[in-house]
């Protein structure tokens, strides 16, 4: 029978995400009950970007813990898990920071910090993805 890894840094990097998740959603429904919007944003672009800071971050999170535990648990090095996880940590991190501000959602007049912020978050995001899916093809071959 293999030795199976506990994959632990998967597990940290998870724990992280569902809280900033978590936090994401209770700013967007206290957002919602403040503006009385029942369903979709109302109209609100302050809404619009607390749905999408939170959507985004569930469309992605996901699937990279899946897919770094299973790299952690068969063939990619702990060392090479570890700086992927806490690239992707930094990615999602400054992409919710951007799109708390209109400057960082719609590129607003002085706000060029938080377009930076966006930058990483969407660039460090698909680095995080390409760098995981490669590093686990290639040690599997």
């Known amino acids: 029978m293999p030795d199976i890894t506990v994959p632990i840094i998967s597990a940290y990097a998870g724990g992280i ?3 900033l998740q978590a936090l994401l959603m209770v700013l967007t429904g206290l957002h919602r009950g403040k503006a009385g919007i029942n369903l979709g944003t109302g109209g609100d672009p302050v809404m619009e970007r607390k ?3 939170h959507g985004n971050l569930a469309e992605n999170a996901g699937l990279f813990v899946a897919v770094l535990a299973i790299a952690e648990m068969t063939v990619v090095p702990s060392s090479t898990i570890m700086i992927i ?8 991190f400054s992409h919710a920071i951007a799109l ?26 698909l680095l995080s993805f390409l760098a ?8 599997l071959m």
Not at 132 to 139: A, D, K, T, V
Request: charged fraction near 15%.
């Open 132 to 139: 995981l899916g490669g590093f686990l093809l290639f040690n």
């Open 17 to 19: 995400l569902i809280i």
């Open 100 to 125: 708390s501000t209109e400057a960082g959602s719609q590129g607003a007049e002085g706000g060029k910090i938080f377009v930076l912020a966006r930058i990483i978050g969407a660039f460090g995001t």
């Open 85 to 92: 996880a806490i690239g992707f940590l930094v990615a999602r």
């Open 51 to 53: 749905i999408r800071r």
